[in-house]
């Protein structure tokens, strides 16, 4: 699959500590979105999703710990399964949905 961005995307950082992500939507203007370096992560973890279902990958089972799409469980007890920052058993995980 060849790469491929339409319109034009730039990503930097501000005299903050934030991460700046500008972008040129029409060629109107230019909006930014402006990230705490926590989101920052949460996006990549999001696009990588995006990434694998758009490949096709598709979830394992809700009691799996590992996902095409989701990547490792993390929780702690892996009787429970229930996490709250686990990426395949956190509440506001789509996993398994
Ligand atoms: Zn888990
Ligand atoms: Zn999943």
Same mark, same amino acid.
């Given at each position: 699959? #060849?790469?491929?961005?339409?319109? !034009?995307?730039?990503?930097? /950082?501000? =005299? &903050?500590?934030?991460?700046?992500?500008?972008?040129?939507?029409? &060629?109107?203007?230019?909006?930014?979105?402006?990230f705490s370096?926590?989101?920052?992560r949460?996006?990549? =973890?999001?696009?990588? &999703?995006? #990434?694998? @279902?758009? @490949?096709?990958?598709? +979830? /394992?089972?809700?009691?799996?710990?590992?996902?095409?799409?989701?990547? =490792? +469980? /993390? +929780?702690?007890? &892996? @009787?429970?399964?229930? =996490? !709250?920052? +686990?990426?395949?058993?956190?509440?506001?995980?789509?996993?398994?949905?």
């Open positions: 699959m #060849a790469d491929k961005i339409e319109g !034009y995307l730039e990503i930097g /950082t501000n =005299d &903050r500590g934030e991460v700046v992500l500008n972008l040129d939507r029409d &060629r109107n203007g230019v909006g930014h979105i402006v370096p926590s989101q920052a949460g996006l990549a =973890d999001a696009l990588n &999703r995006k #990434a694998n @279902e758009a @490949e096709g990958h598709v +979830c /394992t089972g809700i009691s799996a710990t590992w996902c095409p799409i989701h990547g =490792d +469980c /993390t +929780c702690a007890d &892996r @009787e429970d399964l229930n =996490d !709250y920052d +686990c990426p395949l058993h956190s509440s506001s995980s789509d996993h398994g949905d």
